[in-house]
T-cell receptor, first 114, second 112 residues
Framework: QKEVEQNSGPLSVPEGAIASLNCTYSDRGSQSFFWYRQYSGKSPELIMSIYSNGDKEDGRFTAQLNKASQYVSLLIRDSQPSDSATYLCAGGQYSGGGADGLTFGKGTHLIIQP | KAGVTQTPRYLIKTRGQQVTLSCSPISGHRSVSWYQQTPGQGLQFLFEYFSETQRNKGNFPGRFSGRQFSNSRSEMNVSTLELGDSALYLC???????????FGSGTRLTVV
């Protein structure tokens, strides 16, 4: 059974600090990893994707992937109150004929304290 | 560019009834996924479709079924509804499935 594990939180971080979110996954066949942000009452919104080992930066967000350790993380620099949300980690497999669906963690609730 | 459109937004059904949910993906997207979201279980994978073919199905009973049409629009059906089927059902689309998925606003199903 494919699993993605996240600490449910809440993770409380002061405004302006770095928020660090982590997840681990069980399926070594997973090739693509995503971070989604979900505000209460809204649908998930894709914020980062990562496919190879190392770091990927986009604005204030940095995703990190370590396939040997089966570990994915998301760093949010200069955290803002608007970053307060639930962050979902997801992993998946794909081939030339499409993908097999994503396995999601249950999410980490992040609170940015003004 | 229009996003992923799900209809209806809200549904109230009685136990034992059946329901059909609809999803129109972003234009040009060939991959469509369905997920069930509940407070206790989080987002659980239901189906994955690519070019009208079901590529994968999650661990749900046979009462849950789906299909994808030639225009990439997708429907999912739940028969013999149970109280536990009450959830937010989310559809997501992607160009080919190896890039991130964009989610629709979801259909909130309540079974009474």
């Amino acid at each position: 059974q494919k699993e993605v594990e996240q600490n449910s939180g809440p993770l409380s971080v002061p405004e302006g600090a770095i928020a660090s979110l982590n997840c681990t996954y069980s399926d070594r066949g997973s090739q693509s990893f995503f971070w989604y942000r979900q505000y209460s009452g809204k649908s998930p919104e894709l914020i980062m994707s990562i496919y190879s080992n190392g770091d990927k930066e986009d604005g204030r967000f940095t995703a990190q992937l370590n396939k040997a350790s089966q570990y994915v993380s998301l760093l949010i620099r200069d955290s803002q109150p608007s970053d307060s949300a639930t962050y979902l980690c997801a992993g998946g497999q794909y081939s030339g004929g499409g993908a097999d669906g994503l396995t999601f963690g249950k999410g980490t609730h992040l609170i940015i304290q003004p | 560019k229009a996003g992923v459109t799900q209809t209806p937004r809200y549904l109230i059904k009685t136990r034992g009834q059946q329901v059909t949910l609809s999803c129109s993906p972003i234009s040009g997207h060939r991959s469509v996924s369905w997920y069930q979201q509940t407070p206790g279980q989080g987002l659980q994978f239901l189906f994955e479709y690519f070019s009208e073919t079901q590529r994968n199905k999650g661990n749900f009973p046979g009462r849950f079924s789906g299909r994808q049409f030639s225009n990439s629009r997708s429907e999912m059906n739940v028969s013999t509804l149970e109280l536990g089927d009450s959830a937010l059902y989310l559809c997501a689309s992607s160009l080919t499935g190896d890039y991130g998925y964009t989610f629709g606003s979801g259909t909130r199903l309540t079974v009474v």
